[in-house]
């Protein structure tokens, strides 16, 4: 897209955007205190026509944010100060519409009966009921072994796609190369499914349950290395590759001898993060049923027992901080 | 019949870059020629045109007769596997032995499921461990390559094409990031593959001095096209001048 156009399109969007912001926020939350009415076609109208009157405004006197992106050096000290106040004004209006989105309420963070249950909430955290403690690592055990076996069924077909996924490997031929495309799409999609998300798949299909907690990881796992690996490859020194191309060797061979040799290192590194994320998420898997601590976290939590979710807490910081530890360990030893 | 043939070779990159334009050139067998050129002259892309890592636009390459411009697969294969071919960044496998680099040269003769468990056959390893003693680097087998120095490994570089029992050995600057004194060790290893075991070298340099001492015949690359072709000795400073430009100043290396 030309510069031009993305400087009219920004303008547009600003002049939309801005005018939301001040007909719905400002208008009708803050100074009519209403609910938002269903928009009309009258609104968008509005919206439309306040759009082209930045586009207009960046057009002939050059002084929003577009024409800022488009001329750049060429404009005077004014019109870069009024588009730098385009930008300005913007923020400070998405600011304050966000605070009235999230209801921010300062009020009910120091309100005196608020600040009792969290000191009486947080005393019983810190005092950890240790008779679970057992419970508490089988739990966590459980935990470990559902983000290492993701990892390990993950791994054999994270390592296959992540060379399908590679462009360099794939372009040579316009079949493989649309495989390729395919891939890459499909892989961005899985990847963009939050693993909570799958887990509720499989929690539908396999049960609730460890189990279903292990597939949603699996799944996300494939998708994360294969990009992760995918990338590595792509990133590898060609010159390598020609010299064993020059012997006359088989692809396979190529690959073998001019592309594993520039991966496994990294590849490995990938696999020890990727378990480590992997125990963290694994928490937080359980969380919605899959199994582990995190189970063992909403139950007592649901039971309102402060004291035993204090010491689940614990356990979880213990382990993800020796995890983290290990791993950056483990993969600072194979750099 | 002329070893290699050079019929108007161009080629053109899919980003529009011309980097040969007609190119036509004759080598005879046993020929030790030097390529001479500024960078991005096309010295690269002619050596990688002879042995078919790039595919020309137009014009034809016959090697001992037979077109090979546009073959593919399993000729393609065959066909590289009689040329060898050196570069200047080396392109060895760093975290791997001396040894493990040179049998890579001998891919193309080893079934694949044999070379990828690395069961490479006996007289195979035997004839690895033959061509490091050529080339000086018989006790430094089982060695990783990352220590090696620059010289060492262009070496391991060479014993790994000799692996092909090359008919030709391509060089793409073999020397450019040594010192001069290994440039030369490096050099002189080339001038014995040539005389001795009678592989034709075609090699691009960047020092006029090492192509005087080295080369039997010149071919001079300026934007793409030969200007200029003839014995090393011919190459006068008017030439040197038109090949390298008007700032050029000629350094030797000893």
């Excluded at chain 1, 909430?121 to 810190?126: D, N, S, T, Y």
């Excluded at chain 1, 495989?179 to 890459?184: I, P």
């Excluded at chain 2, 006790?139 to 008919?167: C, F, N, Y």
């Excluded at chain 2, 934007?223 to 190459?235: K, L, N, Q, T």
């Amino acid at each position: 897209m030309s510069r031009r156009w993305q400087s009219v399109l920004l303008d547009f969007g600003i002049g939309l955007y801005g005018a939301v912001l001040l007909y719905r926020i400002v208008w009708v939350h803050m100074v009519q205190d209403g609910e938002a009415p269903p928009v009309t076609p009258p609104e968008l109208g509005f919206y439309a026509v306040a759009g082209l009157i930045v586009v207009g405004l960046g057009l002939y006197l050059r002084c929003t944010l577009g024409a800022w992106i488009r001329w750049r050096q060429e404009l005077k000290q004014w019109q870069r100060i009024c588009a730098l106040h385009w930008g300005l004004t913007l923020l400070v209006l998405t600011i304050w519409a966000g605070w009235v989105i999230t209801k921010v309420s300062p009020l009910d963070l120091l309100s005196a009966e608020g600040l009792r249950s969290a000191g009486r909430l947080f005393g019983a955290l810190l005092s950890p009921e240790f008779s679970i403690l057992d419970k508490a690592l089988a739990a966590m055990v459980q935990t470990i072994y559902i983000a290492l076996m993701a990892t390990l069924f993950g791994l054999p077909p994270a390592v296959v796609l992540g060379f399908l996924a590679a462009r360099n490997i794939m372009r040579g031929h316009p079949l493989t190369f649309a495989f390729y495309a395919f891939l890459r799409v499909l892989i961005n999609f899985t990847r963009s499914v939050e693993p909570l998300i799958w887990a509720v798949v499989f929690s539908v299909w396999v049960g609730i349950g460890p189990f279903a907690g292990m597939l949603a990881m699996t799944v996300h796992t494939v998708a994360a290395l294969t990009k992760l690996y995918s990338e590595q490859v792509e990133s590898i020194d060609s010159g390598l590759v020609e010299a064993v191309e020059s012997t006359g060797a088989h692809p396979v061979q190529v690959v073998w001898f001019g592309v594993v040799p520039q991966v496994v290192l990294p590849f490995l590194a990938f696999t020890i993060y990727r378990w480590d994320t992997n125990v963290r998420m694994a928490t937080v898997i359980g969380v919605v049923g899959g199994g582990g601590i995190g189970t063992l976290l909403m139950q007592y939590q649901g039971l309102a027992r402060w004291h035993e979710v204090g010491l689940i807490v614990l356990v979880i910081a213990a382990v993800v901080w020796i995890m983290d530890y290990l791993s950056a360990r483990l993969r600072e030893a194979i750099a | 019949m002329t070893f290699l043939e050079l019929q108007n070779v161009r080629k053109i990159f899919p980003n529009g870059v011309v980097a040969l334009q007609d190119v036509s050139l004759r080598v005879e067998r046993g020929e030790f020629l030097a390529i001479i050129g500024l960078s991005g002259s096309g010295k690269s892309t002619l050596l990688r045109c002879i042995n078919r890592l790039i595919e020309p636009s137009s014009g034809r390459i016959l090697f001992e007769g037979v077109d090979v411009t546009h073959i593919r697969g399993e000729q393609l294969r065959q066909y590289r596997r009689r040329i060898g071919m050196i570069f200047q960044q080396f392109n060895i496998i760093e975290r791997r032995t001396v040894l493990e680099n040179v049998l890579v040269g001998a891919l193309g003769r080893v079934s694949i499921w044999r070379s990828l468990v690395g069961a490479f056959p006996m007289e195979v390893v035997e004839e690895a461990l033959h061509n490091l003693e050529i080339v000086g680097l018989a006790d430094k087998a089982t060695e990783r390559v990352r220590m090696l120095s620059g010289g060492q490994k262009q070496r391991v570089a060479i014993a790994r094409a000799l692996m092909q029992r090359p008919e030709a050995l391509l060089a793409d600057e073999p020397v450019a990031s040594l010192d001069p004194a290994t440039s030369h060790s490096v050099m002189r290893y080339l001038e014995e593959i040539n005389r001795q075991l009678g592989v034709t070298v075609i090699c691009s340099l960047h020092f006029l001095s090492l192509v005087r001492r080295y080369a039997r015949r010149v071919v001079a690359l300026r934007a793409g096209s030969i200007v200029f072709e003839g014995a090393p000795a011919e190459i006068t400073e008017e030439w040197f001048r038109y090949i390298y430009g008007d700032e050029a100043q000629e350094v030797e290396i000893r």
